[in-house]
Structures are given as structure tokens and as C-alpha cells.
């Protein structure tokens, strides 16, 4: 997987502004990889073998918007699931467009690159107020620098480093900060 990353140019090091807030001198813009169907076919064969192998069955794939949604939704049809999207009104995730999900109903939560955890658990929280199952979190990119308040399966990790932007030694360096997340781009940045 890191060599796909490296390969289409996901990978990328700079200055960049994270969608949890956070600077980074690492980013990895999945979109490069997602941009190849065949290639993004592969991956989410990946992530749903792994939970079919592992004997953890789910119903439904739940997925936070914006950028987790091509992935989530491909894992879904992999895996011959349901797919859902939450998505942030009002500063929380919520389930909108007519989507639930049910008690009991099996539930995977499908992430594209995870840092601080932040929306993942998010959207945990909206599985445990339906008294759904959790089946498990899965991600492309594990790049968290602290273990996340669940368990994570990704079908890579790498190190990156990620600071306050009160800390970040890039800005006191004077490096351009980039700002490519969903989030930035959502509220009207470029």
C-alpha cells in the first residue's frame, strides 16, 4: 500500500493544515489513489476480505463525509453491504437524507486516512446511540501519532509527524501552509 501511495503521488511532503486543525509535514491525498478505479477496486477487496477472513460479518458500511464516502461506498459493494453517510450539520456528525441505522444492525466504519481519530469516533458514537454493532474501524492510512480510543485495522501505517499550529515548527520556520482537507474546502477554501 505505501508503494501505491508513493506511486500515484498521494504522498506528499510539505506544510499542510490538517481537516482535525493540526500542521503536518506529511499529507496523504487519497484522491491520487482514488482517481484509478481499478486500483481503488483492489483496496477495498483488501479491507472487506479482511473482515469477511476474520469471521466479523457486518451489514452496514458507515462512512463520515466528504472524503471517506468513495471509499466507504466501495468497501459497502465489495462486501455485498449497506452503505451510509454521516455527515457534519450543526458542528456533529449526524445521519440525514433518510438514513439510520437499525438496533443489532452489524456496522462497519470505514475511514480513508485517520490522524487524530476524531471523526471515526465521531460516527461510533451515532452506531452506539442506534444500539448497533460495531464491527470494527478499518482505513486506507493509518497515520495516527497516538492510539485512537478504538481499534483501528488499516491497510497501512506510516509515521508523520503533526503539531498544534501553535507549535509547529514549520510555521515559525516560515514554510507556506497548504490546506487540502475536506473540511477547509467545505467551509469555501481552495
Same mark, same amino acid.
Given at each position: 500500500?505505501?508503494?501505491? !501511495?508513493? /506511486?500515484?503521488? *498521494? +504522498?506528499?511532503? $510539505?506544510?499542510?493544515? @490538517? ?6 509535514? &506529511? ?67 449526524? !445521519?440525514? /437524507?433518510?438514513? *439510520? +441505522?437499525?438496533? $443489532?444492525?452489524?456496522? @462497519? ?6 490522524? &487524530? ?67 477547509? !474546502? ?5
Amino acid at each position: 500500500m505505501l508503494d501505491v !501511495l508513493k /506511486r500515484t503521488g *498521494a +504522498l506528499m511532503e $510539505g506544510h499542510f493544515k @490538517l481537516s482535525s486543525g493540526r500542521h503536518s509535514d &506529511t499529507y496523504v491525498q487519497k484522491q491520487m489513489v482514488f482517481q484509478h478505479p481499478r486500483l481503488t477496486a483492489s483496496l477495498r477487496e483488501a479491507v472487506a476480505e479482511r473482515f469477511d477472513k476474520s469471521g466479523h460479518a457486518f451489514d452496514t458500511v458507515l462512512s463520515p463525509a466528504v472524503g471517506a464516502i468513495l471509499f466507504g461506498n466501495a468497501v459497502a459493494y465489495a462486501a455485498g453491504a449497506r452503505f451510509v453517510y454521516a455527515e457534519r450539520a450543526d458542528g456533529a456528525m449526524t !445521519l440525514r /437524507r433518510a438514513q *439510520a +441505522l437499525d438496533p $443489532g444492525e452489524r456496522v @462497519l466504519v470505514v475511514e480513508d486516512v485517520v490522524t &487524530t481519530g476524531g471523526s471515526a469516533a465521531e460516527v461510533i458514537e451515532l452506531v452506539k446511540a442506534a444500539h448497533a454493532t460495531l464491527v470494527g474501524v478499518a482505513c486506507l492510512v493509518d497515520r495516527t501519532t497516538r492510539q485512537p480510543p478504538f481499534r483501528l485495522h488499516s491497510l497501512v501505517r506510516i509515521e508523520a509527524r503533526d503539531w498544534a499550529a501553535s507549535d509547529c515548527p514549520l510555521c515559525r520556520a516560515g514554510e507556506p501552509l497548504t490546506s487540502p482537507g475536506s473540511r477547509f !474546502l467545505v467551509s469555501g477554501g481552495s
